[in-house]
């Protein structure tokens, strides 16, 4: 004969497994996972002139925070390389054609928490020169969206820097080393106001994405 245990039975009845399932807790919220770096530019001819600098800050909305890492932080002075990037020009284009090459190698990591996509996190950059008399001013600003699909991804971005109205605007500027900005780095990111700013190509600049999500598919999210 075969014993039998009545007290062990298999598979697991369904409040067994429904008491395993409740212990686990269900969470709201979704990571995104970001790193990479502010690679290097190419600065229209002029504009390069003197040490360059770059700044980045992320932009998100009201239901984004930060775990760990900066929103912004600032690179080292870095020269251009006019003979390289000229000499280079041809094979590199469109990065380096008709403009002075300098490489920051500035890096990010952070990560996100979010309830829902809304607010997706956008990358604003500020490149930052000096003048004739050594006076540190802004030479162009850029922005773009975090990619949403997981991967590596290099991104080359349209530097575009605020002009003066009036070329008698644009001279006063030069003398006194105030050329128009925005007042907020942020305002790179957003639309309201931007219609009646005027704007001109002040170079490119690339930018490197290493971006890793969790969570989203547990909230039913498709990106």
Known sequence: MTRTDSSISWPPSAAVTRSATANQPFTRTFQLVLSGEVISASIESGLASGALLCRYLFVYGPDWSIISGEDQAISQSAYAARGSSRALSFFSYPL???????????????IFKSTNPYGWPRLVLCVYGTDWLNRRVILGYTSAHVPTQPGRHVRTLNLYSITSSSWMRRFVAWMTGCRPEFVDPQTAARSEGREVVRTENAGRIKVCFNVLSRDLQQLQYSL
């Open 96 to 110: 380096h054609a008709g403009g002075e090459q300098v490489v920051w190698n500035l890096p990010f990591s952070l």
